[in-house]
C-alpha cells in the first residue's frame, strides 16, 4: 500500500516538482500514472523508493513511514519494490538468467533458491527459452519482460514501471502491458507511468492524471484525458 | 556476512582486479616501492640504534686515582662520585687490574716486548664510570674532575652532533612512512575507483533491487585488500633480498669487516617484518577500498 499525505518535493535546484500530493494506492490495485513531461509522475516514483526525500508531508510505503526512515532501512523498503525503467538497464555482459538472478544474489539469497526461483519467472513473462542470451542478443520487448522479470524475482509486494513502454514499438507495447495485467491479476500491485493513450483507455483502470505537479484528476475506471 | 555471501565477495573482489590489469599492478607495484623505502629507513634505523647501543656500553669516563691517597681513602670516594648526577655505575680498578686488562689487549705476539719494564706502579688505581644519559656525558665528566683527588679522562666517542643525527634520521622515516602509507592508499583507492566505475550499473541495479551498503561495498573492500597483501608478501621477498645484498656488499669493502657481527642479521627479524609489511598491506588496501566506494553510499 501506498499512501501520500500532501506530500511536495522541492528539488535543490528550487524545482518545485511536486505541490501538495494526497494519494492513496491499495494493495492489488493497477494504476496508471498519466500526464504531460515535466509534471512529476517520475519524482512520484522517486519518492516511493526513497531514491528522494518528500520536502513536506507523510508517506507510508508498504508498512514503511518514510518520514522515521533510517538510511540503513532503506534496503529492506525496496525489497518490497519492483521497478522497471523505460531503458531497461539490463547488465550487458550477463545473461537473461543471470540478469534476473542477479538481483536475488545481490540480497543474499542462495543459490538454490535462485536456481528454483528464476527460470519461474522467466517462464512467467515468456523468456524460458531464451535464458542463455545476452541483452543484446534480444528485442525491445524481449529486454523489458526481462526488467520485469529481475523487478519480480524478489516477490515484491509492488512493481513501479516508469514508462516501461517508452521505447516500444506499439505491438512490443501492448504486450508488456498485458503483461502486467496478468501480473497484476496475480496479486502484485501494479503502478504503470506512461503516455500511452490507447492503452491507458482500453485497460478501464484507474488513471492518476498529474499536471503542474498537482494531481488533477484521480478516475477509478478512467480513460486519458487531457 | 555468511559464508556463501563471502565467497561471491571474494569472487568479485578478484575479477576487479583482473579487469583493470594495468591498474592493480602499477597500484601493487606502489605499494611494495613504498614498503621498501619505509622497510629500509627502519632497517638502517634499527642498526644504527644497535651499533650506538654497542658504542654507549663502552663510553665511559675514566677518573684516575691520585697516587697520594691510600687505598682506603680511594675506595672512599665512589660516595663521592656516586652522588655526581647522572653516574649510573662507577667501577673501582686497581692498578694491577688495570695492567692486566691492558696487557688483554695487546696482540699476543707483541704482548712481552710491549710490557717490558712497565709495572702496576706506573699505572694509577682507577674508577670507570658510566653515565644513564649520553648526551649528557661531558658535563658529568667535568663535575666528577671537581672531586679532590681524581683526574678525569673522558674522550667521547659519541659526539652530540651523532646523537641528534640518530634522533633527526627517526623522524625522517616515521613522517616518511606516513607520507607513503598515505600514497599506498590513493593508489589503491584510484584502482577501486575504476572497478567501481565499470560497475556502476551493477552497483545501481544492486541500490534499486535493496541490496545493503555493506554488501555493495564488500567487493571493494576485499579487492583493495586482496592488492595490499599481495604488495606486502611482495614487499617483504624484495626487502630480504635488497637487505641481505646490501649487508654483503658492506661486509666485503675494506674497513667494514669489522661491522660483521654487529649488523641485523634478516633472519631474526623476518617474521616481524613479514608481519608488518602484510599488515600494513591490508590495511592500506582496506582503507583505500572503503575511501572510494564512500560516495556511492548515498542514495
Ligand atoms: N534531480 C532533479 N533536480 C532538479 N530538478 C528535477 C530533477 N528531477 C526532475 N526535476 C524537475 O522536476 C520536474 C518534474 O520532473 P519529473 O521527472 O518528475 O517529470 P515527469 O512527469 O516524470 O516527466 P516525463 O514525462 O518527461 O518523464 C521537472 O520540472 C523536472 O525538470
Ligand atoms: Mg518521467
Same mark, same amino acid.
Given at each position: ?25 491499495? #494493495? ?149 502491458? #498485458? ?41 477509478? #475506471? ?5 | ?26 597500484? &601493487? ?10 622497510? $629500509? ?13 654497542? &658504542? ?58 710491549? +710490557? $717490558? ?74 584502482? &577501486?575507483?575504476?572497478? $567501481? ?61 669489522? +661491522? ?13 617484518? +613479514? ?25
Amino acid at each position: 500500500m501506498v499512501v501520500f499525505n500532501n506530500v511536495s518535493k522541492t528539488y535543490a535546484n528550487g524545482t518545485k516538482a511536486l505541490k501538495g500530493i494526497d494519494l492513496r494506492v491499495e #494493495d492489488g490495485e493497477f494504476v496508471f500514472f498519466v500526464g504531460p513531461s515535466g509534471s512529476g509522475k517520475s519524482t512520484v516514483v522517486k519518492l516511493i523508493t526513497a531514491e528522494v526525500d518528500p520536502t513536506e508531508g507523510e508517506m507510508l510505503v508498504n508498512g514503511f513511514d518514510l518520514s522515521k526512515l533510517r538510511r540503513r532501512q532503506i534496503p529492506a523498503l525496496r525489497r518490497t519494490i519492483g521497478v522497471v525503467y523505460q531503458d531497461f538497464r539490463l547488465i550487458e555482459n550477463m545473461t537473461v538468467y543471470e540478469n534476473v538472478a542477479f538481483a536475488m544474489r545481490v540480497i543474499g539469497e542462495g543459490s538454490r533458491n535462485i536456481s528454483k526461483r528464476v527460470p519461474i519467472m522467466l517462464d512467467l513473462v515468456g523468456l524460458a527459452h531464451k535464458s542463455r542470451r545476452y541483452p543484446r542478443e534480444l528485442s525491445g520487448g524481449e529486454q523489458q519482460r526481462v526488467s520485469i522479470a529481475r523487478a519480480l524475482v524478489n516477490n515484491p509486494q509492488v512493481i513501479i514501471a516508469d514508462e516501461p513502454t517508452g521505447n516500444l514499438d506499439p505491438a512490443r507495447s501492448g504486450e508488456i502491458m #498485458d503483461l502486467l495485467r496478468k501480473i497484476n491479476d496475480l496479486g502484485t500491485t501494479v503502478i504503470a507511468v506512461t503516455h500511452e493513450k490507447d492503452i491507458v483507455n482500453s485497460f478501464g483502470k484507474r488513471v492518476v492524471a498529474f499536471d503542474g505537479g498537482r494531481i488533477v484528476s484521480d478516475a477509478r #475506471d478512467g480513460y486519458y484525458q487531457v | 556476512m555468511n559464508g556463501r555471501n563471502f565467497i561471491y565477495f571474494i569472487k568479485e573482489g578478484i575479477k576487479g582486479i583482473f579487469v583493470h590489469g594495468f591498474m592493480s599492478f602499477a597500484a &601493487v607495484s606502489v605499494i611494495v616501492a613504498c614498503l621498501i623505502i619505509t622497510g $629500509t629507513f627502519s632497517l638502517v634505523v634499527m642498526n644504527v640504534n644497535v651499533l650506538i647501543d654497542r &658504542v654507549e656500553d663502552e663510553n665511559e669516563i675514566l677518573a684516575f686515582v691520585d697516587d697520594s691517597l691510600d687505598d682506603t681513602e680511594a675506595l672512599a670516594l665512589v660516595t663521592e662520585i656516586a652522588a655526581v648526577p647522572n653516574v649510573a655505575s662507577a667501577t673501582f680498578v686497581t692498578r694491577d687490574e688495570a695492567l692486566d686488562e691492558w696487557a688483554a689487549t695487546l696482540p699476543e705476539d707483541y704482548r712481552d716486548m710491549m +710490557l $717490558t719494564g712497565i709495572t702496576s706502579a706506573d699505572l694509577r688505581h682507577r674508577y670507570v664510570i658510566k653515565t644513564e644519559d649520553l648526551s649528557r656525558a661531558e658535563e658529568t665528566a667535568a663535575e666528577i674532575a671537581e672531586i679532590d683527588g681524581v683526574e678525569v679522562q673522558f674522550d667521547p666517542r659519541l659526539s652530540d652532533a651523532t646523537l641528534s643525527m640518530q634522533n633527526v634520521i627517526r623522524i625522517v622515516s616515521y613522517i616518511l612512512a606516513v607520507i607513503l602509507f598515505i600514497v599506498s592508499m590513493f593508489m589503491i583507492a584510484n584502482t &577501486v575507483k575504476l572497478a $567501481t566505475f565499470d560497475r556502476r550499473e551493477e552497483i545501481g541495479i544492486m541500490k534499486i533491487v535493496g541490496a545493503t551498503n555493506s554488501f555493495i561495498r564488500w567487493p571493494f573492500v576485499i579487492q583493495g585488500a586482496l592488492l595490499g597483501l599481495v604488495g606486502g608478501a611482495i614487499a617483504f621477498f624484495v626487502q630480504w633480498g635488497i637487505y641481505n645484498y646490501a649487508c654483503n656488499l658492506m661486509l666485503n669493502y675494506v674497513g667494514l669487516e669489522m +661491522l660483521g657481527d654487529e649488523l641485523i642479521s634478516f633472519g631474526s627479524i623476518a617474521i616481524r617484518m +613479514l608481519l608488518i609489511f602484510i599488515g600494513v598491506g591490508f590495511t592500506v588496501g582496506v582503507l583505500g577500498g572503503s575511501l572510494t566506494i564512500r560516495k556511492f553510499m548515498r542514495v
